[in-house]
């Protein structure tokens, strides 16, 4: 089975940007980087123009930012403004917002370099009532 390659462009006949699956090149000539592509919310047929960009290398916390961050636990207790470090993702984020569920759990938000927004679990550092 081919691998089918999806793009995100402009469709004139929905007339909104929507996920098209790239099926062609153009035939108008060598220099020409337009490619058919077919529209995944219409079905239509619509004429892009595609280049191939080189990656750009990942961008990397600083270092003094690297020696700030604190290993995600859900065991733990952050701060808003946070450099926290998550182990299963493999990925850096910031602490943005703090939240009492309706459970009585604490969670944060986190905004992830790769992964983006994401609310996670912690401590809840409240004092006991007698």
């Known amino acids: 089975m081919a691998r089918v390659k999806n793009i995100e462009g402009f469709c004139s006949f929905c007339n909104a940007t929507t996920k098209m699956e790239l099926s062609g090149d ?17 079905k239509q047929m619509v004429l892009v123009d595609y280049e191939v960009k080189e990656k750009l290398p990942k961008e990397t916390i ?25 182990q299963g993702w493999d990925d850096t984020g910031v602490v ?10 604490s969670s944060i938000l986190v905004k992830f370099n790769k992964s983006g927004h994401k609310q996670l679990i912690e401590t809840n550092q409240q004092s006991e009532v007698n």
């Open 26 to 42: 153009s035939n108008l000539g060598k220099d020409d980087t337009r490619k058919w592509a077919k529209c995944k919310k219409c």
């Open 62 to 86: 600083e270092n003094d930012q690297n020696e700030n961050l604190k290993i995600y636990s859900p065991k733990s207790s952050y701060l808003i403004g946070d450099a926290i470090y998550h």
């Open 96 to 105: 943005l917002s703090k939240e009492l569920l309706s459970n009585g759990v």
